[in-house]
Structure formats: C-alpha cells, structure tokens
C-alpha cells in the first residue's frame, strides 16, 4: 500500500479555488487515487477517483501528473459548508483495503 | 446510488454489556466490508475486513473475540463489541464496495456509529 503525505491543514475564504496536494511517490502501476471528505461524527464521503491525467466531476477535479506520484484535489469557489478532513488514498484494484494517513483539514472561513 | 446504512447511529451501554452494530449496502451488493474506527481528532483506523460467507480478516492489534464480525448476506455485516469497555467508546464506519457496476471496488462509507460505553 502506497503512503500518502498531505498538509496538515490549510485555510482559505469564501468564494476562492482551493488546491489540495497530496504525495505518493511508491504508488504502484494498478493503483487508484480516491479522495475523501469527512465532517465531524460523519463517515467519509466519496469525493472522487483517478488513474492518471484529469478527472472531473460536479464537486472537483483531480490532476494527475504523468509520473502519478502525486495528486492533486482542486474545489471550485470553496463556500462555508466545504469545511471538514479531506483524505488522499491509493489503492489497488479488487475490493483492497484502505488506509487512511492524517488527512488535511480545510477550513474555509467568511 | 451506492448508499450504506449504519444502525444504530449512536449507543450508550454499561461496561461488561455487548453491543451490536448493523452495517447494510442500501442499493448494491457487496461481498467484502470494512470496520474501520475513529477517535475524536484522530484518522480512521482499519479495524477488519468482512468477507461475505467467510471469516473476517482482523488488523494487527485487533482482538478478534472481542470484535466479532458476521457478513452474513451480500448487504449485511454485523460488529458485536462483546462485553465492552470504556476504552471501546469510539466512533465505528463500515464501508462497501458494489460488485458490478461503473462505481465497483470504490468503497462507500457508512455515516458511523457512536459507542459511549460507561
């Protein structure tokens, strides 16, 4: 399973396009990168999912770069209710385990 | 579509008591479920994986007698906490993954479920 590193935190306002980056320099040739978001006492809710170049959905866009050793997460004018924990996986195909690293948490404030 | 179900949403139960928690794949099927935990400012931690029809798949770490784990149809899989313990309060998510479709192998998370054990 590939380790991801993501930041810690990261603060932004209302309106504005946050980019989130998270790093998986060993992630293997058959894995996935999915994208998760938690608010509190709540389970993860799915996000979105890539392989390798753009992928785009009515929440977010994910970039992949060739190399895939990294990600990263872009949401379109942030607004208030955008902040929670937001989560980098890899994964392998077949219904794999997930591990879950730190996380960022986003806040978006008025 | 793809939506899991927990119940109960939240439990309070007396130390020495066993409590059981029902994960269920609203509108897909699923042969392999996660129970995964949570502490308050703390990730999840992957507590198991349930296969449907066959024993769980326990983590490092996780006590198998005290975490029995039950998947006994393609919607449904159980966590029994026996005879818990303060330590065991926690927050407790499953996740799914559909079998067939565009969306198989993403695993959808359940909404959790709050043990407070006194």
């Known amino acids: 399973l590939a380790k991801t590193t993501q930041p810690i935190s990261m603060d932004s306002y209302e309106g504005q396009e946050v980019n989130i980056t998270c790093s998986h320099n060993?992630?293997?040739?058959?894995?996935?990168i999915t994208w998760y978001q938690q608010f509190p006492s709540q389970g993860p809710r799915f996000i979105i999912q890539?392989?390798?170049t753009k992928v785009t959905n009515e929440v977010a866009s994910l970039f992949i770069p060739a190399d895939r050793k990294s990600s990263t997460l872009s949401l379109p004018r942030v607004s208030l209710s955008d902040t929670a924990v937001y989560y980098c996986?890899?994964?392998?195909?077949?219904?794999?385990?997930?591990?879950f690293g730190t996380g960022t948490r986003l806040l978006v404030s008025p | 579509g793809a939506v899991v179900s927990q119940h109960p949403s939240w439990v309070i139960c007396k130390s020495g008591t066993s409590v059981k928690i029902e994960c269920r794949s609203l509108?897909?099927?699923?042969?392999?479920m996660f129970w995964y935990r949570q502490f308050p400012k703390q990730s999840l931690m992957l507590m198991a994986t349930?296969?449907?029809?066959?024993?769980?798949?326990?983590e490092q770490g996780v006590e198998k007698d005290k975490f029995l784990i039950n998947h006994a149809s393609l919607t449904l899989s159980t966590l029994t906490v026996t005879s818990a313990h303060p330590e065991d309060s926690s927050f407790y998510i499953c996740?799914?993954?559909?079998?067939?479709?565009?969306?198989?192998?993403?695993?959808?998370f359940g909404p959790g479920t709050r043990l407070l054990v006194l």
């Open positions: 060993n992630i293997a040739t058959n894995d996935y």
């Open positions: 349930s296969n449907e029809g066959s024993k769980a798949t326990y």
């Open positions: 890539g392989y390798k």
């Open positions: 996986l890899v994964r392998g195909t077949g219904f794999q385990k997930l591990v």
């Open positions: 996740s799914a993954s559909p079998v067939t479709g565009d969306d198989q192998e993403t695993q959808y």
């Open positions: 509108d897909f099927q699923a042969t392999t």
